[in-house]
């Protein structure tokens, strides 16, 4: 059935006859009754209950009738909802960060976003962070986390806040009675990460390559829990910023070690498409993202 047919249920069974129906709809009586007839043969049944002054609807036309009302508040719904897009204040980001330890944290965000922004929807990406500024490119995500900022011009790159990385290990551990680390003091570890490859692993990118200094041994365990029940028992330490792990209950026996004398900073930026910056929706994510993380 076409919409005109719908249109013409709802506007006759409102206006109850032909006359008021055909202002409404701009059409002559005898064109909508020529339309009204087309559709009853169609059916196969009568729409209407026709007298001299009133039409009333049939049981069969009740419910088309229903369904009219239905479909065009679908269709209404469906126009505010463009609109909104139109303007920019709503729509869904798609979210991938370089460290997968990152996303421990971005669930409570998400949850505040939700409060403050219902028609913004956060969907997080796993997979292939090393590849998260690929994935801006090719649109795959919206935004992504990154500690290194790309050299492309379609992309911006926003700092958005630094932290510092310490060591976690057993108070227990030899490397205990120093102040701070120095890069040689890895070289008979055995270092837990997150993933591979190496070369997204800050520590080793940033601290312990340039004095070219390779752990005994390296493994990777994505799960953060397990990682930190290793520590408890002295099986290897572990890198990461306070702030990372502030939604597991530590141990006592676990201690911070500052990597270096003025310790390993990092910048976090969120890379997101120059195009992408004339959505509202984008830029309120933004600006929520800094300040939620500036107080962490």
Request: hydrophobic content about 40%.
């Amino acid at each position: 059935m076409e919409l005109k047919y719908f249109r013409l249920i709802k506007t006759i069974a409102e206006e109850g006859n032909l006359a008021n129906s055909s202002e409404r709809l701009f059409l002559t009586q005898s064109a909508l009754s020529h339309q009204l007839r087309d559709l009853e043969e169609r059916l196969g049944f009568k729409v209407f209950q026709r007298t001299r002054n009133k039409w009333k609807l049939t049981q069969e036309g009740t419910e088309l009738y229903k369904l009219a009302n239905t479909l065009f508040s679908s269709i209404d719904e469906g126009f505010k909802a463009i609109k909104h897009i139109k303007e920019g204040s709503k729509g869904t980001i798609k979210l991938s960060a370089e460290c997968q330890s990152f996303f421990h944290s971005i669930p409570s965000f998400i949850q505040k976003m939700g409060i403050l922004y219902p028609e913004i929807t956060i969907d997080i990406t796993l997979g292939a962070t090393h590849q998260t500024i690929s994935q801006v490119l090719s649109n795959e995500i919206d935004i992504a986390i990154v500690t290194t900022p790309p050299v492309y011009e379609e992309v911006e790159s926003l700092k958005v806040f630094e932290d510092e990385i310490f060591a976690v290990i057993h108070k227990e551990n030899q490397l205990n009675g120093f102040d701070y680390l120095e890069a040689s003091h890895f070289s008979n570890t055995h270092l837990l990460i997150n993933s591979f490859p190496l070369e997204g692993v800050a520590v080793y990118e940033h601290f312990l390559r340039p004095y070219k200094i390779h752990p005994i041994k390296i493994s990777a365990i994505p799960f953060t829990e397990i990682t930190l029940s290793m520590i408890e028992a002295n099986m290897g330490i572990m890198c990461a910023p306070k702030w990372q792990l502030s939604s597991f209950k530590l141990s006592k026996e676990l201690v911070f070690k500052r990597l270096g004398k003025n310790g390993l900073k990092r910048k976090h930026y969120l890379v997101v498409k120059k195009e992408q910056r004339n959505k509202t929706y984008i830029n309120d994510f933004i600006s929520s993202f800094e300040e939620y993380f500036l107080e962490i």
